[in-house]
């Protein structure tokens, strides 16, 4: 570096750790040094269609909308147990599995399933409710409380104007 010229860098170590210290020095042998390629396009484009898709689901509610389904066909199986053994001695299932307990895990099944679109909902409602306009800070909690229970929806829609939701997000 004496006349302004600067000397050409060291080698760039592409070496793994075992290389080292199997040749003794900082740089692995030329033989074994390796470059990794970048992945080409073909081999990223099914990465990139899973997150589209994954991101259009999102977009469009599918997952509520399967949720919807499978709360709405547990509440018709419930209905078409009830109304087959309506009147009748309770059957004998394998397991010891009794009416009752069939029915109360088809029940619990049902409520599951409608709670995640209720819950998706009102979290949608309350991202509308507050970009519309400036609101109070207790309308958040409010919304906050409506997705906890039966009680805070019942607040919600009571302290809302009009008593409806739908109509006072205009």
């Not at 074994?32 to 589209?52: G, H, M, N, V």
């Not at 053994?85 to 599951?112: G, H, I, R, T």
């Not at 409806?164 to 205009?170: K, P, V």
């Amino acid at each position: 570096m004496e006349n302004g010229t600067f000397s050409t860098p060291p080698p760039y170590h592409q070496g793994t750790p075992r290389d080292d210290f199997l040749t003794g020095s900082g740089i692995a042998p030329t033989s074994t040094r390796t470059t990794s390629p970048k992945p080409s396009k073909t081999e990223t484009e099914p990465l990139s269609r899973w997150l589209r898709f994954l991101g259009a689901v999102r977009r469009l509610w599918v997952l509520e909308v399967l949720w919807c389904f499978v709360g709405l066909g547990s509440a018709a199986v419930i209905i078409t147990v009830l109304a087959q053994y309506n009147d009748k001695k309770a059957p004998e299932w394998p397991l010891a599995v009794s009416l009752n307990a069939f029915l109360a895990l088809l029940a619990s099944l049902m409520k599951a399933a409608l709670l995640i679109p209720v819950a998706e909902g009102l979290g949608q409602l309350r991202w509308i409710w507050f970009t519309r306009k400036a609101r109070r800070a207790d309308d958040f909690e409010l919304f906050d409380a409506a997705t906890r229970g039966v009680s805070g929806r019942f607040m919600l829609l009571m302290s809302l104007k009009d008593g409806c939701l739908a109509s006072s997000l205009r």
